[in-house]
């Protein structure tokens, strides 16, 4: 993408409405616009890296066996009164009326729907286990929208359901979930700690939230340091194996770390006291097995070996998608802007011309372009006819984590320059090489197809 002729309408001054870093960033680097509170446009870069995000939730849902589909936003009132919560959401719910006098509203989870889903389709235990997800948007008229995306009405949100005959395979199932969404932060530049969770009235042990540390988070959070020690790396899992899953459950749920709904101080108090921490956090997911809650109610039900109709264990886990371009900028940003990591980043680099107009600038900056592309590379070319200060400011404030300079003075000398946003450090190199730099960053980083 050439920058001229992009649509990246930066603002120059602070947005007095944003109080935190990554909303006044979001903001500032032309990402969304708000249209009314809690809803926004996502503007093309803001856009973009929302698909990246996606577009990895995808990949590892996918890769953990569970299956894509997708469900519209709008539902009829019928299946909320079936299992009870039409009149439990309460505001939080939008209600919709149709000019039939229907009673509909905008979807705020799924659960109603893929239990309806299910009961249509499938009638055999022989058809278990089944994991279905979809990625769409979702309203709840929040009370206090706040944050920009991280708290908005309307957000983007991965929720996935499992389907299985027995509570110990529906545990499985959730193993996996964990699993999976610890691949997914971490490809996303993300530490998200599972923590124990409140479980609501239906209660139990078995659901965990993820939270990213942030001083800006909404939650409370007491943990072990030793569970930020923590990663899960490029290790190969098979996700079929209830060992192996069950064994990293095992490793990143031992230690302390609970939210201040199920925070116990007698239990924290255990831990050696240079190793508590009390801090907060952003919730970037959740993962909860809630047994025949909804199957019992709309009566999902599968045959059992011997004939016998049983209703069907279940769990949901969500990921906030929209939620995550604000908790991976708290995470990633310095004075000037964001920091993409790598595995988000809305193009792999910016090219810097720093003098549009002189004849072997313009050619090497095209050359260096096409090369990339030609390496499935997506890079954004500065060709405004700007001054660098300028050129430079918008990229730091966009967040590219490379950008390579190219000017005439260099060239003469046949070399260009590669900086790395995060660590300000430049290095002189030839063209070729710095392409040959680029690339092989990114092989340590696949990420989906951008827009
Ligand atoms: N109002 C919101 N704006 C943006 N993201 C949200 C919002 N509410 C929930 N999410 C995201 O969706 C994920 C799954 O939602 P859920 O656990 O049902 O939400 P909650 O815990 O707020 O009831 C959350 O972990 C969070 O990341
Ligand atoms: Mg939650």
Redo the contacts with the bound molecule.
């Keep these: 993408m050439r920058l001229s002729r992009y649509f990246l309408p930066v603002l120059k001054e602070n947005p007095s409405e944003a109080q935190i870093v990554s909303h006044r960033l979001m903001l500032r680097a032309g990402m969304i616009k708000q249209s009314s509170a809690?809803i926004y446009s996502w503007l093309p870069l803001g856009f973009k890296v929302l698909k990246k995000i996606e577009g990895i939730v995808h990949e590892e849902q996918m890769r953990a066996g569970h299956v894509p589909m997708l469900m519209p936003t709008i539902q009829p009132a019928e299946l909320w009164k079936e299992s009870g919560r039409y009149d439990d959401y309460g505001q939080e719910m939008l209600r919709i009326t149709d000019r039939h006098d229907r009673d509909m509203l905008f979807g705020?989870?799924n659960e109603e729907m893929i239990t309806d889903i299910f009961r249509a389709h499938v009638n055999s235990y022989k058809d278990l286990p089944l994991t279905l997800y979809h990625i769409q948007w979702?309203f709840?008229d929040?009370i206090r929208?706040r944050f920009g995306?991280?708290?908005?009405?309307?957000?983007?949100?991965?929720?996935g359901y499992n389907f299985d005959l027995t509570k110990e395979d529906a545990l499985h199932a959730y193993n996996r979930h964990l699993v999976s969404y610890l691949r997914t932060y971490e490809r996303m530049g993300l530490q998200a700690i599972p923590m124990r969770?409140d479980g609501g009235p239906i209660g139990g042990d078995y659901t965990h939230?993820?939270l990213v540390l942030a001083e800006t988070g909404e939650s409370e959070v007491f943990y072990d340091s030793a569970v930020t020690d923590l990663s899960f790396g490029d290790r190969e899992i098979d996700y079929d194996s209830v060992e192996q899953c069950q064994g990293v459950l095992e490793e990143f749920t031992t230690k302390y770390a609970r939210t201040d709904e199920t925070h116990d101080e007698a239990l924290f108090n255990e831990i050696p006291e240079d190793r508590r921490r009390v801090a907060r956090g952003?919730?970037?997911?959740?993962i909860?097995y809630f047994g025949t809650k909804y199957s019992e109610s709309m009566g999902a039900t599968v045959q059992t070996g011997d004939g016998k109709p049983q209703p069907v264990h279940m769990g949901?886990h969500?990921?906030?998608?929209?939620?995550?371009l604000?908790?991976i900028i708290e995470a990633n940003h310095d004075d000037s802007g964001i920091i993409w990591p790598e595995g988000v980043t809305p193009f792999h680099c910016g090219i810097v011309n720093l003098k549009q107009g002189d004849e072997a600038a313009d050619a090497a900056c095209d050359d260096l372009y096409k090369a990339l592309t030609a390496a499935g590379l997506d890079p954004l070319y500065d060709d405004r006819k700007e001054r660098a200060g300028g050129k430079f400011a918008t990229m730091d404030l966009i967040g590219l984590p490379w950008r390579i300079t190219v000017g005439p003075r260099g060239l003469k000398n046949g070399v260009v320059e590669l900086t790395s946003r995060r660590s300000g450090e430049s290095e002189e190199l030839a063209p070729e090489a710095a392409v040959a730099k680029i690339v092989e960053i990114y092989e340590a980083h696949p990420s989906p197809q951008g827009f």
């Design positions: 809690g705020p989870t979702k709840r929040e929208p995306v991280m708290r908005g009405r309307e957000f983007y949100m991965k929720d969770a939230e993820f952003i919730e970037v997911g959740q909860f949901s969500g990921i906030g998608v929209s939620r995550l604000g908790a």
